[in-house]
């Protein structure tokens, strides 16, 4: 009776553990790294989502929020500055990421062992995540808040035409409506 609740405590919070986790992971794997800047940062820095990780280097933004030459620069060293530490700390989610996944994979997992690999996995995502939001707002701090709000309002303004398309398809509005979902692999 002990080992039955064992395992329904330990399917609870793997099942906890899952729902909080990004639905999209595999875009956080591959390099380079800056992609995971992409997508796996604080919501809360908006700027760097849509745009990718060295927004400023796109000229279109560039432009629009009318970054100087020597904000530009500014910006690169600090992307530099924190880019060793980011891939370094990516580098240990994944190892814990792997090891937690060596625990749940073995023909009976021990929670003391799982649950503790899950303690060292989330201390690793809350590293990267605290690097992450230092860079983001020592990135912020470069840009007047003129620029800030403006980087906001593009972000938004490419998140809507983002979620459209995805609605609707690369076709359009009007074409064939969604996509049908792939048929499921039994």
Do not use: C, Y
Not at 142 to 171: H, N, S, Y
């Amino acid at each position: 009776m002990k080992r039955v609740f064992q395992f329904v405590l330990l399917l609870a919070l793997l099942a906890v553990f899952a729902a909080a986790q990004d639905p999209q992971p595999a875009e956080h794997m591959g390099p380079p790294v800056h992609k995971h800047f992409t997508t796996g940062g604080p919501q809360g820095f908006s700027g760097m989502r849509e745009f990718g990780g060295d927004w400023w280097r796109n000229s279109e933004v560039a432009q629009a929020i009318n970054l100087s030459d020597q904000q530009k620069e500014q910006l690169n060293q600090t992307f530099a500055g924190h880019r060793e530490t980011l891939i370094k700390l990516r580098g240990n989610v994944e190892i814990e990421e792997g090891r937690f996944q060596d625990l749940l994979d073995q023909d009976q997992p021990q929670l003391d062992k799982v649950l503790s690999e899950m303690t060292q996995l989330q201390n690793a995502r809350n590293a990267l995540e605290k690097e992450f939001t230092v860079m983001s707002l020592s990135l912020r701090g470069v840009l007047a808040p003129d620029q800030w709000k403006k980087l906001q309002q593009l972000t938004k303004e490419r998140m809507g035409k983002r979620m459209f398309f995805r609605m609707q398809g690369p076709e359009g509005p009007g074409a064939e409506g969604p996509r049908p979902r792939p048929p499921s692999p039994e």
